[in-house]
């Protein structure tokens, strides 16, 4: 037997290698340690036979010995399944095969039972360049001892201490976490959050991890502990989380605010936005909002400020020498820090009520609501704890809140202006219907939308052609403002110009369409179109798009009609619109509708069509005429809860 073969009787993990790190021969140890067979193993590169933690290591050592003719040791673990690592002193050196006269590299693991802590020294090299405390446990003597690492954390574990005094320094809600983590059955923890009260100090956020670890082959089982210190890392992000919390409160604020002032429709509720957030919102003890009336101040105030106290500037006209008056003016802010500054530059301005208390108690920002190019519409004004003053940004933001509120106040005046324009222009827009039409009833209804416009697109109409059929139409365009109101009026003028001269509904519905997309209208229609004759019940019809037609009878029933058409008006070209004939029999009733009335958030269409219907129905069953089954029908729709414009149309043949 060579001496290459003796050395690979050795009872611990031994190897021979290529200079090249390819594995040669290696007795039983090695393959159990590595964890595979030693067929496995053979040729295999010795770096590749390795977990990669470990992988750079293992070629290193190698390498070492391949090159330099030097014996090398390092500290690898090798894997073990079902159980913890074995950290090993492996040996690398460099020995001559006598068989074949080749250099080989020697690989064996070394006995360190008697300097068990030399397997540790790797991991206290890692925790201290990473500035980690690092403890070992032993599970059967329950003794900690302190290996190193950081030296601000050795004072917290006196070396020896048992587990029991370590335990009893942890909060005692933290305490069962310690305890699991010393039972884990992992190789490695995941970090555990422990609240830690050292001698003579207060609590500390200390953070640990462990790690199973059998120190050398054979040898006996340790847990490895490393401990970080959080406690400053933990005040600061407290301290930045309070901040961002602080940050996005006051963020969200602003949003809010900002929306609010965006949607307020009416003087009122701006007002109402501007007192309720504007102290909130900036940190401020009281707000007052002044707007201009007539060239005068009309003002209110919050609860921060008594309307007491603001009764001198109510009533205040603008050309006042005053620093409320003149920021209006001026259109811009004016910062008061106390009742000299006031006094310096407004000698001749009326006192606040509490002027004396200026700079002892409180201190002003005045900020106009203006508009880019536009002379200011108020301002608000709000008052700070003495000795505050606000900083550029904090001031700038609420510059900007003040031009929305400028924006939104503006809007909302000349929407009403427009809106009472509007209004007395739709009611010359909406027909009067034939008073008397031998063989008909004819009733219609109209309610404009519920979001702030008394204005719509629904429309209906009614009259009499040149055959003495009655031309019946309702149409609904797009929208429910004043621009919605314009198109709708222009649609009913160019159908009833064109109807004059088209004797069919299909027709007057094609040319219409080609005159809306000819003038490009921003605006698309629904339409439903009819003639009847009132002698025989005849009617012919034509749909752009619209909601269904609804037929109810004397007996209580009714059905849904869909009449033959296109699309709806406006929006595609050289579209032929088609019609279709049938008969309403006496004593019943056509009921024509916007979407309106029997579509909603909580109402499907059909679902829609089906109630109004069954309401008709029931409407002519109980003996009700047009008007009173029109009103029925409308009364109906306020539970569809549909924020758009509302027609009912009603043509009875009696």
């Not at 890392?233 to 604020?253: M, S």
């Not at 820090?337 to 301005?349: A, E, F, L, S, V």
């Not at 027709?507 to 809306?516: P, Q, Y």
Request: proline share 5%.
């Amino acid at each position: 037997m060579d001496a290459s073969d003796e050395l690979l009787r050795e009872a611990d993990p031994a190897a021979f290698l290529t200079l090249g790190g390819a594995m040669r021969s290696l007795n039983a140890a090695m393959a159990t340690a590595l964890g595979r067979s030693a067929e496995q193993c053979l040729g295999r590169d010795f770096g590749d036979l390795w977990p990669a933690g470990q992988r750079m290591s293992a070629e290193s050592l190698v390498a070492h010995a391949a090159m330099t003719k030097t014996v090398a040791m390092r500290v690898l673990d090798f894997p073990k399944r079902g159980g913890a690592p074995v950290a090993c002193l492996i040996e690398a050196q460099q020995v001559t095969d006598p068989a074949s006269d080749e250099q080989l590299v020697w690989v064996h693991a070394l006995d360190a039972r008697n300097d068990l802590t030399s397997l540790v020294i790797p991991f206290r090299l890692a925790t201290t360049a990473a500035h980690l405390g690092l403890w070992m446990y032993s599970p059967h003597e329950h003794q900690l001892e302190w290996l190193g690492g950081a030296p601000a954390l050795a004072a917290f574990f006196p070396d020896p201490t048992s587990l029991s005094r370590v335990i009893s320094a942890v909060h005692p809600d933290d305490r069962e976490s310690l305890r699991q983590l010393l039972r884990s059955a992992s190789t490695q923890s995941s970090w555990v959050r422990l609240r830690y009260l050292p001698e003579h100090e207060g609590w500390h956020q200390l953070a640990a991890q462990t790690r199973r670890i059998q120190l050398g082959y054979g040898g006996p089982e340790r847990i490895l502990g490393m401990v970080r210190d959080d406690t400053k890392q933990e005040k600061r992000k407290e301290k930045a989380q309070a901040a961002l919390t602080a940050e996005r409160q006051r963020a969200k604020d602003i949003t809010d605010f900002s929306s609010a002032l965006i949607t307020a429709a009416t003087e009122q509720e701006l007002q109402q936005v501007a007192l309720t957030r504007l102290a909130a919102t900036f940190g401020a003890s009281g707000a007052l909002l002044a707007l201009v009336d007539e060239g005068r101040l009309r003002v209110a105030t919050d609860a921060g400020i008594a309307m007491w106290e603001a009764e001198v500037l109510h009533g205040l006209p603008l050309d006042h020498p005053s620093a409320l008056p003149e920021s209006i003016r001026t259109g811009k802010p004016q910062f008061v820090p106390d009742r000299k500054d006031y006094i310096h530059r407004w000698p001749h301005g009326a006192e606040f009520p509490r002027l004396h208390l200026l700079g002892s108690d409180y201190a002003t920002l005045i900020t106009p609501l203006s508009e880019a190019g536009n002379q200011p519409l108020g301002a608000w004004l709000v008052t700070y704890a003495s000795g505050y003053r606000p900083p550029l940004d904090e001031m700038t933001v609420m510059g900007t809140l003040a031009d929305l509120a400028g924006q939104a106040l503006r809007r909302i005046r000349l929407q009403q202006a427009r809106v009472e324009l509007a209004t007395a222009l739709q009611k010359t827009m909406l027909p009067t219907l034939p008073a008397h039409l031998a063989g008909l009833e004819v009733a219609a209804r109209y309610r404009p939308s519920r979001d702030g416009l008394d204005i719509g697109g629904d429309w209906y109409d009614a009259f009499v052609m040149p055959d003495g059929t009655v031309a019946m139409e309702i149409g609904d365009a797009q929208g429910h403002d004043v621009d919605a109101a314009a198109v709708m009026g222009q649609v009913r003028a160019s159908m009833r110009a064109i109807a004059a001269h088209e004797p069919d509904p299909a027709a007057v519905l094609t040319r219409t369409n080609e005159l809306l997309v000819t003038m490009g209208a921003a605006r698309f229609c629904s339409c439903t179109m009819l003639h009847i004759d009132p002698g025989d019940g005849r009617v012919t019809g034509a749909s752009a798009g619209h909601v269904p037609l609804l037929c109810a009878r004397e007996d209580g029933s009714h059905s849904i009609r869909e009449l033959a058409g296109g699309p709806v008006l406006g929006v595609v070209s050289d579209i032929e619109y088609h019609e279709e004939t049938f008969t309403l029999d006496e004593d019943s009733a056509l009921v024509m509708v916007t979407d309106g009335v029997v579509e909603g958030p909580g109402l499907t269409l059909e679902a829609g069509l089906e109630r109004a219907g069954t309401l008709a129905g029931a409407a002519l069953h109980d003996g009700l005429n047009a008007e009173e089954t029109a009103d029925r029908i409308l009364d109906a729709s306020v539970a569809v809860d549909h924020l758009d414009d509302v027609a009912v149309l009603v043509i009875r043949r009696t």
